[in-house]
């Protein structure tokens, strides 16, 4: 949702009403924005084009020199094309 700083302008985490008519709010499913991690949940608005951005999270997995193995989540934001031709899931 955009909200008014003193910064500027931000988007923020928020609900937006069904557009099947209901009165119930629609909340976010992403985990980008989790404000259980305790930081701000602002965006700058020109990060985010009007036609929104797809993010996915991918597992990590690498070996380092001694053998040891190491996994974690990463996030990938396809640029330029590649996100026009991304599959919204």
């Not at 951005?53 to 040891?68: I, L, P």
């Amino acid at each position: 949702m955009p909200v008014r700083t003193a910064q500027g302008l931000r988007l923020k985490r928020g609900a937006v009403l069904n557009t099947d008519g209901l009165p119930e709010p629609v909340h976010a499913f992403g985990r980008i924005l989790n404000p259980d991690l305790g930081r701000a949940l602002e965006l700058h608005e020109e990060e985010v084009p009007r036609e929104g951005v797809r993010v996915t999270r991918h597992y990590q997995y690498a070996r380092w020199f001694d053998g040891s193995i190491h996994l974690w989540i990463g996030r990938r934001k396809p640029t330029g094309a590649a996100q026009d031709r991304a599959a919204w899931v």
